[in-house]
């Protein structure tokens, strides 16, 4: 069973910060892997999708990479701003018949101070 | 990318009553699917609804529990029945890759 864990859990810096978080997953056999972000009561927004043939992907300040023989994917954000406080969710997509569902990690509740 | 409108936003319901949430997508989806977020938890997947078939459920979920519709291929419901205060979570609804892996706002529920 796939299982999809995140650390730290929570994180609290200073504006400016360049950051990473971690995911991990115990399945390597995965279609792809993504980036969500969640703010309260505004659902999920996606930020980057590394297929599993791909190593990393890129937008603005955020880059994700992907090792899946390890089992492991950070996002590292640069400069980070008080507008990218939020949680953040890493999900993959299990690589079997019905590649569209996901498979959420625990999160990581960022928190960005001026 | 896809836009979804789920309703309500929010409900605080009585024990033993049920609810009924709403996604209208404005495009036409292959797929959708149902998550719970329970408190200080992430999202676990409920089910995934294919127009014109039954729901497939998750292990966990049943449809006498949770049962979903999906009369065509921009819209869904999720019921849940028989409410107790364990089913007080977010619950989301989404679209499949081919559009983004779009999320709703999300339907917060408070069981009492």
């Known amino acids: 069973k796939q299982e999809v864990t995140q650390i730290p859990a929570a994180l609290s810096v200073p504006e400016g910060e360049n950051l990473v978080l971690n995911c991990s997953f115990t399945?390597?056999?995965?279609?792809?892997l993504q980036w969500f972000r969640q703010d309260p009561g505004k659902g999920l927004t996606s930020l980057l999708l590394?297929?599993?043939?791909?190593r990393e992907q890129t937008s603005g300040r955020l880059n994700a990479s992907l090792d899946k023989s390890s089992g492991r994917s950070t996002l590292y954000i640069a400069a980070s701003q008080p507008g990218d406080s939020a949680t953040y969710l890493c999900?993959?997509?299990?690589?079997?018949?019905?590649?569209?569902?996901?498979?959420f990690g625990t999160g990581t509740r960022l928190q960005v101070f001026p | 990318s896809a836009v979804i409108s789920q309703k309500p936003s929010r409900d605080i319901c009585q024990r033993g009553t049920s609810l009924t949430i709403q996604c209208q997508v404005d495009?036409?989806?292959?797929?959708m699917f149902w998550y719970r977020q329970q408190p200080g938890q992430s999202l676990t997947l409920i089910a995934t609804?294919?127009?014109?078939?039954?729901?497939?459920?998750e292990s966990g979920f049943v449809i006498d529990k949770f049962p979903i519709s999906r009369p065509n291929l921009t819209f869904s419901t999720l019921t849940v029945s028989n409410m107790s205060p364990e089913d007080s979570s977010i619950y989301l609804c989404?679209?499949?890759?081919?559009?983004?892996?779009?999320f709703g706002s999300g339907t917060r529920l408070t069981v009492v």
């Open positions: 399945d390597s056999a995965i279609y792809n």
């Open positions: 609804a294919n127009q014109g078939s039954e729901a497939t459920y």
């Open positions: 495009s036409q989806v292959t797929m």
């Open positions: 989404s679209t499949d890759r081919v559009y983004g892996y779009t």
């Open positions: 999900a993959v997509s299990p690589s079997s018949y019905n590649t569209d569902k996901l498979i």
């Open positions: 590394i297929q599993s043939s791909q």
